[in-house]
Structure formats: structure tokens, C-alpha cells
């Protein structure tokens, strides 16, 4: 039996055939009707300019007996008929022979072009005649000799631009004729195309596409009963051809799901265990989040109460102090003492904000230098020389050797350094000690510098202490100092900026160590030399970005 790509194969150049052939014919009609379109319109070009020839010779003619009876009256009207009529007349010629040159030499283009010759000497000739009458001063003379010229050019000109009219339109009713007939003729033939292709389509389908449907049609509702769940479904195979191999394969298909139906259960039930965990995991995740949220609700109430609490107080001296009739000097020092001290607090409440905004949205651009680490940890240490003697803590730098180097930004280490010194100061407790010291080791291969910061108070929790560098995390130790929880957060943003790590650890006795893990600039080859103590003491201090300094009052 033939398969069903010969068949199709059948199909297609049956109907390439058809196609080819009614491509043909649509070729053939459409340069019919471009042939007989064409001729309509030129010969109705030829009709159009003929009439308006014939206008201007009236016109011509008219001016010319005007200007026979007032001389130089109408001389720039017949001047300008005479050139519309020569215009025309030159371009009726040329057309027509050009039409004489496309038709191949056809007798009636032929006598077209010498019947405009003729017409054009005419013309010639009345022009020549009415310009010689001009030389007449009798006024009747002149005008009885236009007149002749007019009825001389009328008698020759006349008869051969009548028979131009009438052969341009039985040319443009010639032309129309054929166009109907062209008409009629396509009209048949595409009827009768049309009958063929339908009784060959009824051929084609009953021989093939019949058949072919009712086969796609059982395996349509094969696979419709596979849909249901009816895996025993199968199919009569019939003839061997491309739809009856494409059978045999459903078949073996409808055998394997069958098979694997028992392997799907299993993983239906594994699907399930697997779901479980994750809506735990995602219980657990919610979980975390209305932590997160609960952190957030606790910040802003915080945020609200560290900003409310100064401007209280400075309000309130500065209300004091208004309604006071004279102003003792120690008092006006102590209320600005309070509203310096309650201010700078406030200053330092909007920094640690802001800094925390400018480090999440990128805006911090960090300069690395080569930084020697002495000079740095003593400035910022004597930045709090004055609180730490007023609460009663020691301040302690252990600052060997001397030339250790890093590759950092100088002022934001500095910034990070001073905080932790902040927050030593503000939840230890005196009597204290405060050490800051710097070492270097070697991590994982690596030569790192670590900076240590010491203090001896209460101390963290172990189990606290990831927690604690979270945004707005705070440590929970009774008296704790207030604060938004953002400076460890903070510090670990810019050491992670540097290649570092930053880590709590027990102090001494109960209290915390803060741990700086940076890359030594020693390892780098291209590191500039580090400069000497005095070298980098000597010179001052980057202007602070943004960090008040803590100050006697």
C-alpha cells in the first residue's frame, strides 16, 4: 500500500498544478487588461488634448480679430493663445509619435502623426498671415483680412481635426469593447477553474483526506480515554503506513504509562513529604519576619522616644532661661552646657541614621590608602580622653609594634574604631578599663592585622551575640545605655568593604571584646612603604565625616 508521503506528495503537485496553471492564467489576463487599459487611456489622453487644441484655436482665433479692431489692446492675450496652441500642438506631436513608435509602425498611427503635421502647418501659416495683416492701418482692411486667414485655416484645419476627434474616440470606444470582452472571457475562465479545483478537491477527499480523518479520529479518542485515566486503551493498527507506525508507537506509549503509573503514586507521596517541609520551612521563615517586624515597631518607638527626650530638655532650658529676668552667668552656662550636652546626643542619634542610609543605598565611597595603624588608634582614643575621665574608665592603647600597616579607608576605620570605644563607654561602667590594641597574625594562609577592642563590664551573652549586628538590634543587658542598635551594623558593613571580618568575644572577666580582622598591606605587591610614626602623627587629622566627637563640658 502507498503511504501516505506519497500521497501527500500527490496532493501537493495536484495542487502546484492547479496553481501553476491559474497563475498562468491570472498572467496572461492581467497583461490582457494592462494592454486594453493602456489603450483606453491613451486614446482618452489623445481625445482630451484634441478638445483643449481646439479650445486654444477659438481662443487664438477670438484674439486675433479682437486685436484687429483696437491694435495692441489684446496683443498680450493673443500672444498668450498663440503659445498655448504652438505648446499643444508640439506636444500632440510628439505623442503621437511616440505612439507610432510603440506600435511598430501602425498605419493608423502613422496617419495620426501626419494628420498633427498638417494640422501644425496650418496653424503656421494663419499665424504668419494674421501677423502680415498688422502691417494694414485700414482698420477694416486689417480686420476683413484676419477674418480670411480664420476662415481659410477653419476650412483647411476643420476637417482634419474633426477626423482626429473621431478617430481618438472609436479608438477609446474600440478600446472599452475589448476591455468588456477581456471582462467576459476572465469571468468564464475563472468559473471554470473554480469547477475544476472543486471536483478535484472531492476526488482528493474522498481517495485521501476521508480515510486519514477517520484514522486521526480513533486516536483522538485513544487518547482522550488515556486522558481519563483508561491506560489499557489501545489501537487497531490497519494499514502500515507513517499512521499506522504512529499507532503502534501510541500503543507501546499506553503500555509504559501503564508501567510507570506505580512509579508516579511514589513520587506522589515523596511530592507531599517534600511540601510538608517547605510550608515548615515557610512557617518558620513568617516566623522570622514577624521578628523582623517586631524589631521595627520597637525601632520606631525607640527613634521617637531617644528624639523626644533632648528636645524636651532643651526646650525646657530654654524656656527656664527666657523667663528669667536677668540671666546669671552660671546659670546661662549650665543651661547651654545641658542643650550642648542633650544636642550632641540628638547629633549623634540623626548621624548613626543617616550613616546607615548612605551605606545601603551605595552612596558611601570608600578610599583606600595605605594606613599605618598606630597613629590611628591613638587618635581616636584621645577623642575619649574627656568622657572616659568623667565616668571613671581607663583608657588603655597597646599599640606594638609600631609599624603595622593596612590598605583602608583611613577615616571610616577611624569612625568604626571610635564607635566601638562609644559603645565600651556606654554599657561598661565604672569603675573600668578599656584596651585597644592591634596584633598581627596569620588566618588561613593569609598575614591579617587584627584591632581589638577590650572593656571589662557586663558583657554579652553568647547566644546574643549574632543578633547583635543586625540593623536596630540592641543588647538586652539590665542598664543598658539607649541607642538605636545601629553602630555594630554599621562597623560590620564598612570592615566587610575592606576584605575583613568583625566578631564578639569574651573580655576580660565579663566583659566583651570586639575583634577587627583586616588585610595586612604587606601582602599586596604593590603597597606603598608605610610611613613612620612621627611622619603620620605629624600630620593632622582628616576633617570627621559626619562622626561628633565626644567633648568635655
Known amino acids: 500500500?502507498?503511504?501516505?508521503?506519497?500521497?501527500?506528495?500527490?496532493?501537493?503537485?495536484?495542487a502546484a498544478s492547479f496553481a501553476i496553471l491559474a497563475a498562468l492564467a491570472v498572467l496572461l489576463a492581467v497583461g490582457a487588461a494592462e494592454r486594453a487599459l493602456e489603450a483606453?487611456?491613451?486614446?482618452?489622453?489623445r481625445l482630451d488634448l484634441l478638445t483643449e487644441i481646439s479650445a486654444r484655436l477659438a481662443d487664438f482665433g477670438l484674439a486675433a480679430v479682437a486685436d484687429s479692431e483696437h491694435p495692441n489692446a489684446d496683443r498680450a492675450r493673443m500672444e498668450d493663445a498663440r503659445s498655448r496652441v504652438s505648446a499643444l500642438l508640439e506636444a500632440a506631436s510628439v505623442r503621437a509619435a511616440g505612439s507610432g513608435a510603440a506600435s511598430g509602425g501602425d498605419v493608423r498611427a502613422q496617419a495620426r502623426v501626419r494628420m498633427?503635421?498638417?494640422?501644425?502647418?496650418d496653424f503656421?501659416?494663419?499665424?504668419?498671415?494674421?501677423?502680415?495683416?498688422?502691417?494694414?492701418?485700414d482698420a477694416a482692411r486689417r480686420g476683413d483680412r484676419v477674418r480670411g486667414a480664420l476662415n481659410s485655416f477653419a476650412a483647411s484645419a476643420g476637417p482634419t481635426l474633426s477626423l482626429l476627434v473621431e478617430s481618438e474616440r472609436r479608438a477609446v470606444v474600440s478600446a472599452r469593447e475589448e476591455a468588456d470582452a477581456l471582462s467576459r472571457r476572465l469571468r468564464v475562465g475563472a468559473v471554470t477553474l473554480a469547477g475544476l479545483v472543486l471536483a478535484a478537491a472531492l476526488v482528493l477527499h474522498r481517495a485521501l483526506a476521508r480515510p486519514l480523518l477517520g484514522r486521526l479520529a480513533e486516536i483522538d479518542r485513544a487518547a482522550a480515554a488515556i486522558g481519563r485515566g483508561d491506560l489499557a486503551a489501545r489501537l487497531a493498527i490497519g494499514p502500515r503506513d507513517e499512521l499506522g507506525v504512529l499507532m503502534a508507537r501510541f500503543n507501546r506509549m499506553a503500555t509504559r504509562l501503564a508501567r510507570r503509573e506505580a512509579r508516579v503514586v511514589e513520587d506522589r507521596a515523596l511530592l507531599e513529604r517534600t511540601v510538608a517541609e517547605r510550608t515548615a520551612d515557610l512557617t518558620a521563615a513568617n516566623a522570622r519576619l514577624a521578628d523582623i517586624d517586631a524589631s521595627r515597631r520597637?525601632?520606631?518607638?525607640?527613634?521617637?522616644?531617644?528624639?523626644?527626650?533632648?528636645?524636651t530638655v532643651i526646650i525646657g532650658e530654654c524656656d527656664v532661661t527666657q523667663r528669667?529676668?536677668?540671666?546669671p552667668e552660671s546659670l546661662s552656662r549650665s543651661v547651654l552646657a545641658t542643650i550642648r550636652k542633650r544636642a550632641g546626643g540628638l547629633h549623634r542619634r540623626?548621624?548613626?541614621?543617616?550613616?546607615?542610609?548612605?551605606?545601603?543605598?551605595?552612596?558611601?565611597?570608600?578610599?583606600?590608602?595605605?594606613?599605618?595603624?598606630?597613629p590611628l588608634l591613638a587618635e581616636a582614643l584621645s577623642a575619649f580622653e574627656g568622657v572616659a575621665r568623667r565616668s571613671g574608665v581607663r583608657l588603655v592603647l597597646e599599640a606594638s609594634p609600631p609599624g603595622v600597616v593596612v590598605h583602608a579607608d583611613r577615616e571610616w576605620l577611624r569612625q568604626v574604631i571610635e564607635g566601638l570605644i562609644d559603645n565600651a563607654l556606654r554599657h561598661g561602667g565604672p569603675p573600668g578599663r578599656i584596651v585597644l590594641a592591634y596584633a598581627t597574625v596569620v588566618m588561613d594562609g593569609a598575614r591579617m592585622e587584627l584591632i581589638t577592642v577590650t572593656d571589662d563590664g557586663r558583657g554579652i551573652a553568647p547566644e546574643a551575640r549574632a543578633g547583635l549586628f543586625a540593623r536596630f538590634a540592641r543588647a538586652a543587658a539590665p542598664g543598658a545605655a539607649s541607642g538605636f542598635g545601629l553602630g555594630l551594623a554599621l562597623a560590620e558593613w564598612v570592615v566587610t568593604r575592606h576584605g575583613g571580618r568583625i566578631t564578639l568575644e569574651d573580655g576580660e572577666g565579663s566583659g566583651t571584646r570586639v575583634v577587627i580582622a583586616?588585610?595586612?598591606?604587606?601582602?599586596?605587591?604593590?603597597?606603598?612603604?608605610?610611613?613612620?610614626?612621627?611622619?603620620?602623627?605629624?600630620?593632622?587629622?582628616?576633617?570627621?565625616?559626619?562622626?561628633?566627637?565626644?567633648?568635655e563640658t
Open 350 to 374: 540623626v548621624e548613626d541614621l543617616l550613616r546607615v542610609a548612605r551605606s545601603e543605598s551605595g552612596e558611601i565611597e570608600l578610599v583606600f590608602q595605605d594606613v599605618v595603624l598606630a
Open 124 to 137: 503656421i501659416v494663419l499665424d504668419r498671415q494674421i501677423s502680415s495683416s498688422r502691417a494694414d492701418r
Open 518 to 551: 583586616l588585610p595586612s598591606a604587606l601582602d599586596e605587591p604593590d603597597a606603598a612603604q608605610p610611613r613612620d610614626d612621627a611622619q603620620e602623627a605629624a600630620e593632622p587629622p582628616a576633617a570627621d565625616a559626619g562622626i561628633p566627637r565626644q567633648e
Open 298 to 311: 520597637r525601632f520606631f518607638a525607640d527613634v521617637s522616644h531617644e528624639l523626644r527626650t533632648p528636645l
Open 116 to 121: 498633427f503635421a498638417h494640422l501644425r502647418a
Open 40 to 45: 483606453t487611456v491613451t486614446a482618452q489622453q
Open 324 to 327: 528669667a529676668a536677668a540671666i
Open 1 to 14: 500500500m502507498r503511504s501516505i508521503r506519497f500521497k501527500l506528495a500527490a496532493l501537493t503537485g495536484a
